[in-house]
C-alpha cells in the first residue's frame, strides 16, 4: 500500500465559510463502512463508486489533514483555511481494503477510530444482529426471551425495519449483557461466530504504514454514560493502551461511542479521555468546529446525500450554522477520584 501525499486544494468554494486562522472552521466527516455494493441491510454505507465520488468532492473543495494535527491547529488559530478531516468508526477490515486505496489516490488522510476488542476476527454485536436478520428465513420472529418482542420478517423493508427497531434496543444494555444476546441470536440464525469483517492487526499496522492514522475507541464500544466511573475508565485507557501495544505508538485522538453529548458520553468521559493521554476526541453531534470548541467534544457530521450537489449544500449548511451555535464548554483537568 502507497502512502498518503499531503492533500493541498489551491481554491475552495467553501473559503468564506470556512477560513483559516483565528475564525476557523473545521467540518470533520464520520464514515463506518465502504461496501462493494449497495447492502439493501445497510443502506447508509456507500458503496466503493459512490465512496469515490465522495472523495473527490472532498479533496477538490478541502484541504484534507490529519484529525490530531487539524484539532491543534484549530486550537491555535492556525487552521488552514478549507480544512477538513475524514474519520472512520469502529475497525472494519473493508476500510483496509476498500477506502483505503481510494484515499490514497485521491491524496487523503483519515483516521479510523479502533474498538480493538472486535479486532482479529470477532464481530460487533450489531453487525452480528445485522448478520442474523439477512440469514434468518421468511416468517414469524420470537425473541421475546431477549426482550426484543416479536415480528414479522420477508422482504428487505422487513429486515430494515426489524434492525431498526432492535439495535436501539439493546444498545444501551451493558456491554456484556448486549453482546451475549447478539451472540447468542447470532448462532440460533446460522451466523459462524468468526468474521473477518473487522481489521486484523496487520492490516490495522497496513493502514498505519500507509500515513494513515490510528484513533481510540474504546475495547468493547460501550455507551460510556451507563458505566461507573472505573468501567469508563478501562475501556478509554484499556484500548489506548492495545493500539500502543499494536502499533508501537500511542494514538492522539478519541472517538465517544456512539457519541452523542449527554446521552452516550458526559463530561467525565471527556475528562477520562484527557487522563488517558488523549489530545483531542470526537462526537457524533453535527456541526463543524471552531477555534472555541472544546477539543474533547468536536463535532462531526456526514451528508448522506447521493447527489453531490446535495452534499456540496448539506456541507455548507452545516458551515453556516457553526457560525450561529455556542461551543461546547471545554473540560477540566480530571480529579483523581474518577482515575483512581
Known amino acids: 500500500m ?191 461466530s468468526q468474521s473477518d469483517l473487522m481489521m486484523s492487526v496487520a492490516q490495522l499496522r497496513a493502514w498505519r504504514d500507509a500515513g494513515l492514522d490510528v484513533g481510540g475507541h474504546t475495547m468493547r464500544h460501550p455507551i460510556l454514560a451507563r458505566l461507573n466511573d472505573k468501567e469508563a475508565a478501562d475501556e478509554i485507557g484499556g484500548g489506548r493502551e492495545q493500539l500502543t501495544q499494536w502499533l508501537g505508538q500511542a494514538p492522539r485522538a478519541f472517538a465517544y461511542p456512539n457519541g452523542a453529548p449527554t446521552r452516550d458520553y458526559g463530561p467525565r468521559d471527556a475528562m477520562l479521555s484527557r487522563a488517558a493521554g488523549y489530545t483531542c476526541a470526537v462526537t457524533t453531534a453535527r456541526g463543524a468546529a471552531t477555534p472555541t470548541t472544546d477539543p474533547f467534544q468536536l463535532p462531526r457530521f456526514t451528508p448522506w446525500d447521493r447527489s453531490m450537489w446535495a452534499f456540496g449544500a448539506r456541507c455548507a449548511q452545516t458551515l453556516v450554522d457553526s457560525w450561529r451555535r455556542a461551543a461546547p464548554v471545554a473540560t477540566q483537568p480530571v480529579s483523581e477520584e474518577i482515575v483512581s
Open 2 to 192: 502507497n502512502r498518503v501525499a499531503p492533500s493541498t486544494v489551491w481554491w475552495s468554494p467553501f473559503r468564506g465559510l470556512a477560513p483559516g486562522g483565528r475564525a476557523g472552521r473545521l467540518p470533520i466527516f464520520i464514515f463506518h463502512r465502504v461496501v462493494e455494493r449497495d447492502d439493501p441491510l445497510r443502506p447508509g454505507e456507500p458503496d466503493v463508486e459512490r465512496f469515490e465520488r465522495i472523495v473527490r468532492f472532498i479533496v477538490r473543495s478541502f484541504r484534507v489533514l490529519a484529525l490530531p494535527d487539524a484539532a491543534q491547529a484549530l486550537t491555535r488559530g492556525r487552521l488552514p483555511a478549507a480544512a477538513a478531516c475524514i474519520t472512520f468508526d469502529d475497525g472494519y477490515a473493508d476500510n483496509v481494503t476498500r477506502a483505503a486505496p481510494i484515499l490514497l489516490r485521491h491524496g487523503a488522510t483519515a483516521t479510523v477510530f479502533v474498538s480493538t476488542a472486535y479486532i482479529g476476527g470477532a464481530r460487533m454485536w450489531n453487525d452480528s444482529i445485522i448478520e442474523a436478520i439477512r440469514e434468518l428465513p421468511a416468517g414469524e420472529v420470537d425473541w421475546q426471551a431477549y426482550g426484543l418482542g416479536t415480528a414479522t420478517i420477508g422482504d428487505d423493508a422487513s429486515r430494515r425495519a426489524l434492525i431498526a427497531r432492535t439495535l436501539p434496543q439493546l444498545k444501551y444494555r451493558h456491554p456484556a449483557d448486549r453482546a451475549a444476546v447478539a451472540d447468542e441470536i447470532a448462532r440460533r440464525a446460522g451466523v459462524a
